[in-house]
């Protein structure tokens, strides 16, 4: 079993932690039944951007990452904290903690600015909120990356993409990586994804 750590940081988009969620979801019933997605905070309840509340499944110090086999990140709002969690060195350590076990990290959004503060994306390719006049993709090149204006970027194991728009994107990237190119289409096909 693979089993995907979905660290989420209060202030998520729900969206963006969903597809995580369904995608390996649907592999676990539907497709190879090797995927299990387990939810971590830093509290022991979360508000999502638009005020949804979440309970997560662990707290960040009962994270043992030799226990996971991907780490996955969703991106959020400034306006509803997200920063607060997403920069908070507890977080980050976990980030540094699957880098330095060579797991998969796939981030949405913003989520790579969290990828970038940790340090992991120095000299990597890599991408974030892209909307015209914001500033996030010069943050990420300020921590060190080499920013590409692209829906979904993979270097070495890590994955950002530049919207929400690209949310299905990453977690079927993911999922490819986890299992195989064939049995992510199946899963694709079965959500009616061409």
């Known amino acids: 079993m693979k089993r995907i750590l979905l660290l989420l940081a209060d202030g998520f988009e729900a969206a963006e932690a969903s597809v995580f969620t369904d995608v390996l979801g649907w592999n676990k019933l539907e497709g190879d039944g090797s ?11 979360l ?8 309970i997560p499944e662990i707290q960040l110090d009962g994270i043992n990452v030799t226990d996971f086999d991907a780490l996955a990140i969703p991106g959020g709002f400034e306006e509803a904290n997200f920063y607060r969690d997403a920069y908070d060195e ?14 998969w990290i796939a981030s949405i959004c913003v989520a790579a600015l969290a990828l970038g503060k940790s340090g992991v994306l120095k000299g990597k390719t890599a991408t974030t909120y892209n909307f015209p006049g914001s500033p ?4 990420l090149r300020s921590f060190g990356a080499k920013v590409v204006n692209e829906p979904v970027v993979v270097d ?21 990586k986890l299992t195989t190119s064939q049995n992510c289409q199946h899963v694709r096909a079965l959500m009616g994804f061409s």
């Open 47 to 54: 508000k999502c951007t638009w005020n949804f509340t979440v």
């Open 90 to 103: 507890r977080f980050l350590e976990v980030i540094r903690a699957f880098h330095a076990e060579n797991k």
């Open 136 to 139: 996030r993709q010069d943050q």
């Open 35 to 45: 995927t299990e997605v387990i939810t971590a905070g830093l509290h022991d309840r």
């Open 156 to 176: 070495g194991k890590l994955i950002t993409s530049y919207n929400p728009s690209t949310a299905f994107e990453v977690a079927f990237t993911l999922l490819e």
